[in-house]
């Protein structure tokens, strides 16, 4: 089709990412933090805190603190920000060609209806940019992961820790390097998931949100030029933790995004960890470990009515992909800034709800496939029976055991189960009939020949106890 030939969508109000077209339910909850009108809320926010922060300590001589009602309407504007907000700002911008100056005129407009127009010169006093945007990122990001994401992906560990849990007593044919190995339960499997999930949701957690308020190179130069009897550090240490942040005390123009590249990192190794499960939850279900119960209406193939295709799964581990190369590209850009500063950090930072958003949809990818399974018991009893070669193991070490206790006809335990065993199938009636020609211990024949492939799984069940502590 000619370019002439076809309607241009190109001014139509459509949205060219997938996040904001067709996901955008999935990760709506983010826009209130991570979106770009959520950065000109939070920079007002910044802005406006600044301001009460620095009257209530009356930092600069001939301030004094605001009325509880002046404060209550100047935090309304915060409130209040709403979308004929948003456009307000862009016709600023649009002549200041500066959004973080926008934002300083966007207030200060405001002062006179509040009754402290004097005020003006004390909007976005002593500050450079970076100063109101690093407070403004910290303070959206923080909300993003804790409001939205680290909920998310709690009550997704909650539900895979549950799965576990109903399932630990389920034996389950083990398979290492995609062999037959050494039986386990379906619960101890997903345990281990949910485990390592855990520990990264525990790292996450602990993250220091960091933030500065120093000045144009990070000196207090102006600070000091204009007011030089305050205790600038201690006012901006104050004023930093008042945002809910952990103040930096030494940085350049910028603050160093150290612990946005550790947050991103961890965020990518939780990623990673569920790209695992996703896999491994997909090979259960093509070998039929799995039954996937079908959504009433649903198609699985434009040819193939009897397709249940693991669906979400998959589109999990797309999104996780690509929420992996912005977090790692964020990580590795956001380290590094020339001398005082470059811009590197603007445009990259502007896709950090896209990082975060590709992880939050890949998350209930996941939760609403995991809620569409049931564990085929059958199927995995079956395997288990058609694999008793699975016992040379045991039945190796026993042997072992015995010859340390001075039982006789012991030797080459290893090797001789290898000569029954491998690159064969054995059955049971083979595998007890060995087991009772060995000339064991009665005690330990008798041990040996009570195991089954389906009881051979140690103390797997109790292992799954580890995933509540």
């Not at 939070?42 to 301030?63: A, C, F, K, N, Y």
């Not at 995004?257 to 190794?269: F, V």
């Not at 569920?274 to 009433?296: E, K, M, R």
């Amino acid at each position: 089709m000619s370019e002439n030939a076809r309607t241009s969508l190109a001014n139509e109000p459509l949205a060219l990412g997938a996040l904001d077209g067709r996901y955008r339910s999935a990760v709506a909850p983010l826009v209130d933090y991570l979106s770009e009108a959520a950065l000109n809320r939070d920079r007002v926010h910044v802005e406006i805190e600044w301001l009460i922060h620095l009257t209530d300590h009356s930092v600069l001589p001939g301030t004094s603190p605001l009325s509880d009602e002046q404060k209550t309407a100047l935090r309304k504007i915060v409130t209040d920000f709403n979308a004929d907000s948003v456009k307000e700002l862009a016709e600023i911008e649009a002549v200041t060609v500066h959004d973080v100056k926008a934002v300083e005129y966007y207030i200060a407009n405001r002062l006179e209806g509040i009754g402290i127009a004097q005020l003006k010169p004390l909007v976005h006093f002593g500050c450079t940019s970076e100063d109101i945007n690093n407070l403004s990122y910290a303070v959206g990001i923080k909300g993003g992961i804790e409001n939205v994401w680290l909920p998310a992906a709690r009550d997704l560990v909650a539900q895979l820790t549950k799965m576990a849990e109903e399932s630990r007593e389920v034996p389950m044919l083990s398979r290492t390097h995609g062999q037959p190995a050494t039986p386990t339960t379906l619960g101890k499997e997903l345990a281990v998931l949910a485990w390592r999930l855990t520990r990264q949701l525990q790292r996450i957690a602990k993250t220091e949100f960091l933030g500065k308020i120093n000045g144009a190179t990070g000196t207090y130069a102006a600070h000091y030029a204009s007011v030089p009897g305050a205790d600038w550090q201690q006012v901006s240490k104050s004023f930093v933790e008042h945002l809910g942040l952990t103040w930096n005390p030494l940085t350049t123009q910028i603050e160093s995004h150290d612990w946005q590249a550790e947050l991103y990192a961890d965020i990518a190794r939780f990623n990673r960890i569920l790209h695992n499960l996703c896999t491994d939850i997909w090979s259960y279900i093509s070998i039929g470990y799995f039954v996937q119960i079908p959504v009433a209406g649903a198609t699985g193939s434009s040819t193939m009515p009897h397709k249940v295709n693991p669906i979400r799964f998959e589109n999990a581990e797309a999104n996780l992909e690509i929420s992996n190369g912005v977090l790692d590209t964020l990580a590795a850009t956001l380290v590094t800034s020339r001398w005082q500063r470059d811009l590197t950090d603007s445009s990259s930072q502007r896709n950090i709800g896209t990082g975060v958003g590709h992880s939050l949809l890949a998350i209930s990818n996941v939760a609403k496939g995991l809620d569409r399974l049931d564990v085929a018991e059958t199927v995995l009893a079956e395997d288990l029976d058609h694999n008793w070669e699975v016992l040379a193991e045991a039945i190796q070490m026993v042997m072992r055991a015995e010859a340390i206790a001075g039982v006789q006809g012991m030797d080459n335990p290893y090797e001789r189960l290898k000569d029954l065993t491998r690159g064969h199938r054995v059955d049971a009636a083979r595998l007890k009939e060995f087991v009772g020609e060995l000339g064991l211990s009665a005690e330990a024949e008798q041990r040996l020949q009570a195991l089954t492939p389906g009881t051979y799984n140690g103390i797997a069940a109790q292992l799954v106890d580890h995933v509540r502590k």
